[in-house]
């Protein structure tokens, strides 16, 4: 799952897998989302989850220092990776997912740089944006539980 970390990987799993790590409060606040609607086993059988490019992209920033690229960021290396996201995109796609609706985490580049790869390319029939998660824990923190409300409403809303 996007957003894993090694402590829920493996109270959920039993999976234990060393010196990996990502923001457990990204993790924590979407566990507390499957928590709060059905429990995560049952969420993992009713949605899917995967980035839009599962590349791990860096680039140096102005401190010298290695840091988190988003496919989005820069038009030269979103063009250089559109045959990519595409083949990975069918490629997931084909494993039988409902596309009749792709919830968007992050509802600003990320939800545009997705519609623009849709309307190209027609893999959902409708894309419903939401809050990236940091956003909310690091951003928003003291709005944190409309955030929460919202994404409860969003997942079990039946008709889009």
Same mark, same amino acid.
């Given at each position: 799952m996007p957003f894993e970390d090694a402590d829920h990987l493996y109270s959920e799993t039993c999976i234990k897998i060393d010196n990996f790590y990502i923001n457990h409060s990204l993790s924590d606040f979407l566990y507390e989302v499957m928590n709060k609607?059905?429990?995560? /086993?049952?969420?993992?059988?009713?949605f899917y989850t995967s980035f839009v490019c599962p590349l791990g992209l860096i680039r140096i920033n102005e401190k010298g220092r290695a840091v988190n690229c988003n496919y989005y960021e820069n038009k030269k290396i979103l063009n250089q990776l559109e045959t990519f996201i595409v083949n990975s995109l069918r490629t997931q796609i084909s494993l039988g997912i409902d596309t009749s609706v792709c919830f968007c985490i992050g509802s600003s580049q990320n939800f545009q740089t997705l519609i623009k790869i849709n309307n190209k390319y027609n893999f959902f029939n409708v894309i419903v944006p939401l809050?990236?998660?940091r956003f909310i824990t690091q951003y928003n923190y003291q709005k944190r539980d409309i955030y929460? /409300? /919202?994404y409860l409403?969003?997942?079990t809303k039946k008709n889009y």
């Open positions: 609607s059905v429990g995560s /086993k049952t969420f993992y059988q009713d809050e990236h998660p929460l /409300k /919202k409403t969003t997942l």
